[in-house]
Each structure stands twice: as structure tokens, then as C-alpha cells.
């Protein structure tokens, strides 16, 4: 599907949360009478680098995919019994005035920590950043978050349907890496874990069958709540259609036949992948 701007108009929101729900997943975003943030109905806002920065982030690492473009969440978290039922909106367009967020620690933190709800395989948890992401890409996004939201042109595929689109669009590729042996990017630190690093994909000495590769992808793989800081594999189910989760598997198979397919070109690094405030958990989390 042809790429759309981040966010133009309420309406159109509405419909890629339709779209990106998938699989008969529909979402409605609260929106609490406050209409479009988007000043100018959906013109592109002329915004600092950071801001900008912080808008193209919020695509690739999928923040858009579970708390919805321009932030107005409601993707549903069906799952979480006992628990809110759709995932928050994080614009402060469309979030109760107690809980505005006021500066970007407030966010960095999430970003940063994660929050685990529950470990109820499908249940939608906030994943942890700590090792993919540096503090300067946290405070683009939260810098993004703080400003509104702003139209500033970054744009997003609602519907990826090709492999390696789906593999960069729901940030697989951000946490795992690129695909196969001798991967650019490789996959991500994890350093609070006995294997110091995030999984890579398509690993031609393993042989995880399919059908566990779809399990993890659907459920995730969630550490105990209260864990923070910890990179874990997210529930999937609810955000990535039937057909995209078809799409992936054979493009992550282990094994001989994974190690036949063509190897992917090195990605795009990040914006402020360079940067040299890397990431430490104790950085981010002291206030
Ligand atoms: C796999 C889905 C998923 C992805 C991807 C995701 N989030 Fe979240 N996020 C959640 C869920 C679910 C919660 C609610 C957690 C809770 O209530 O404890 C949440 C909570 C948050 C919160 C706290 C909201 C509040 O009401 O206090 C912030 C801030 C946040 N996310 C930012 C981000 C950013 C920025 C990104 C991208 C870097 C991102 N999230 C990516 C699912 C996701
Ligand atoms: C926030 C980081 C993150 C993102 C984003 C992410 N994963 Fe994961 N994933 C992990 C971690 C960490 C594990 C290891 C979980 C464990 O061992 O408990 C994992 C495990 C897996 C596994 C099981 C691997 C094995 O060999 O058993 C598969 C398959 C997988 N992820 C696929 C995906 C796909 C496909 C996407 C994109 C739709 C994706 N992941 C996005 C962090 C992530």
C-alpha cells in the first residue's frame, strides 16, 4: 500500500486504525471531543530537527503501530482481562488533564523501563528500549510526544505486505536485527539477560520450527512484571494482520532453508543512531 503522511485529520487516523488493527481488530481512537491536534487540518508543521527527529523514531520503531498515528491510541488489548482493554493514547490531545504528560522524563522512563502488566500469553505489555534505542533517540521521541505530535512529514505504510517491509515497519528489525548470519544492524544488546543480546533471526545453525516461531510471534515473551530495563519479545497478535504474520515466517525460517534465501541489504540506520549519548539504564532512569 502507498505510504500515507503521518496523520492527516482525525478521519483519515481513523481509518489507517482500521487498517493497521488487522484481522477484524477494530479500533475506535478516543478522541474526548477535542478533535484533530493537528493545527492547519493536516498541513506539515515547520518543527526543530529534535521534533523531527522524534516524528520519524515514532514510525520505524513501531510506536505507531500500538498506540496509533499522532498518538490517539485505542488499539485494542483484549487480552488484558482485568486491565485496560485498548492501548493508551500518549497525545496529551486525548488524555485525561491528571495525566498530561509535563516533561519528557515522564517518557523516557517508559521508553526506557517498559511496563509489564501481565505475562498472559497475547497480552499487549510496553516493551523496554534499553539497548536499541540511545537517550538521545528517547528524548527526540519524547520531545515529539511533548510538542503535540506536530505534521512534519514523516510517513507510514498502514498496511505493510512484504516481508522485509513488515520486518522494518513492526521494528523486528530494530530489536533482532537484519535477518540471517553476519546481520547489518546486528541484533541489539540485552544486557540484563544471560545472553547478553536479543535473538537474531533466520539462524542457520538453529532449527526452531515454525510453528513455535508463531507462537512467540503471536503471545510474546514476556519477563515477570515489575522487570524493567529488560528487551523482551512483545505480543504481536492483536497488531500484525493473519496475512502479515504468513508473510514473516518463511522470511525468519532457521536452518538450511532460511540460509538459502537472498541476503537482505544492510538497513538505514535509525535517526541519531550516531548519537553519542548511548543508552544506560542508569542514565534514563535517574529523574
Ligand atoms: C507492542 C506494542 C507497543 C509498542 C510497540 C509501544 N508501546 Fe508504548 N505502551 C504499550 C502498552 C500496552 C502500554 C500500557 C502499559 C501500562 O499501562 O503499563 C504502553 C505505555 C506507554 C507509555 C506510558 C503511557 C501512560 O499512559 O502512562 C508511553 C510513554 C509509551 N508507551 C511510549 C511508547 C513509545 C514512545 C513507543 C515507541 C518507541 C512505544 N510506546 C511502543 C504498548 C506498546
Ligand atoms: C522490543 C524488541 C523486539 C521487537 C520489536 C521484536 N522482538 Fe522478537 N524477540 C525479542 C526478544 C528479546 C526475544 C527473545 C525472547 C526470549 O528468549 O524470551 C524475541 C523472540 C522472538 C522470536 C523467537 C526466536 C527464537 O529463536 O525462538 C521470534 C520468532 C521473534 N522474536 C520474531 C519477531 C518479529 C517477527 C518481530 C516483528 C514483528 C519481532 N520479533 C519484534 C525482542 C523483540
Not at 91 to 108: G, P, V, W
Request: with cysteine.
Amino acid at each position: 500500500m502507498k505510504p500515507v503522511l503521518l496523520g492527516i485529520g482525525a478521519a483519515l487516523v481513523a481509518a489507517a486504525v482500521l487498517v493497521a488493527g488487522g484481522c477484524g481488530s477494530l479500533a475506535t481512537p478516543e478522541a474526548p471531543g477535542s478533535g484533530s491536534p493537528a493545527p492547519g487540518g493536516g498541513g506539515i508543521v515547520k518543527v526543530g530537527q529534535q521534533v523531527k527527529d522524534g516524528a520519524q523514531l515514532y514510525v520505524d520503531l513501531a510506536c505507531t503501530r500500538c498506540h496509533a498515528p499522532d498518538g490517539v491510541g485505542g488499539i485494542p488489548n483484549q487480552f488484558n482481562v482485568g486491565g485496560d482493554s485498548t492501548i493508551p493514547p500518549l497525545n496529551n490531545a486525548y488524555r485525561d488533564k491528571s495525566e498530561q504528560f509535563t516533561n519528557a522524563q515522564q517518557i523516557t522512563q517508559v521508553v526506557m523501563d517498559g511496563s509489564i502488566l501481565s505475562k498472559k500469553p497475547g497480552v499487549i505489555n510496553m516493551p523496554s528500549w534499553t539497548g536499541v534505542i540511545n537517550d538521545a533517540q528517547a528524548s527526540a521521541i519524547a520531545a515529539y510526544v511533548l510538542a503535540g505530535f506536530p505534521h512534519t512529514g514523516a510517513t507510514y505504510d498502514p498496511d505493510p505486505a512484504k516481508p522485509a517491509d513488515i520486518y522494518a515497519a513492526y521494528a523486528c528489525i530494530d530489536c533482532h536485527g537484519q535477518v540471517g548470519a553476519n546481520a547489518s544492524p546486528p541484533p541489539a544488546p540485552n544486557p540484563k539477560t544471560a545472553d547478553k543480546a536479543v535473538p537474531g533471526l533466520r539462524n542457520p545453525d538453529d532449527n526452531v520450527p515454525a510453528s513455535e516461531l508463531r507462537s512467540v510471534i503471536m503471545d510474546g515473551s514476556i519477563p515477570d512484571p515489575g522487570t524493567t530495563g529488560v528487551v523482551f519479545m512483545p505480543a504481536w497478535g492483536q497488531i500484525l494482520s493473519v496475512d502479515q504474520v504468513n508473510a514473516i515466517l518463511p522470511y525468519i525460517q532457521d536452518g538450511p532453508a532460511g540460509a538459502k534465501l537472498p541476503a537482505p541489504a544492510a538497513a538505514t540506520p535509525l535517526p541519531l543512531a550516531g548519537s553519542t549519548a548511548a543508552a544506560s539504564p542508569s542514565a534514563s532512569s535517574s529523574p
